[in-house]
């Protein structure tokens, strides 16, 4: 996987990814960090238009708040946003929320330890 980095190295490093197309998140996503999300969405959109796949991987990231899961699924808008490398912890919140509630985002490849 290619990757070209993007953040300011804090409590979230959002790094694009080429090959697949998408975004790989680490650290912890809250609503402190939602405007970074929501910018990184915005690029990612602006360089693959809305349609087709979009893989995040998540395998890094130790927090998600419902508020940064919402962002995600409004990101789907008709695409499928592929969720690869779920902490258990992270899979634990979206399982609990309810996988129904997210519309367009979909389980990907299970996280290595």
């Not at 990814?17 to 990612?44: F, K, M, Y």
């Not at 130790?62 to 699924?73: M, Q, T, V």
């Not at 969720?83 to 990907?108: F, H, N, Y």
């Amino acid at each position: 996987m290619d990757a070209h980095p993007s953040g300011d190295g804090g409590t979230l490093i959002v790094t694009r990814t080429v090959d697949p197309p998408g975004l790989r998140l680490e650290g912890e996503l809250d609503a402190a960090r939602h405007g970074e999300l929501s910018e990184a969405l915005t690029a990612l959109t602006a360089l693959h238009g809305t349609g087709g796949e979009v893989r995040l991987d998540l395998a890094g990231l130790y927090f998600i708040d419902l508020g940064s899961l919402s962002l995600l699924s409004g990101f789907g808008n008709g695409r499928r946003v592929v969720l690869d490398g779920l902490s258990p912890t992270v899979a634990r919140v979206i399982e609990t929320l309810g996988w129904e509630r997210l519309p367009g985002l979909v389980r990907g490849t299970e996280a290595t330890s």
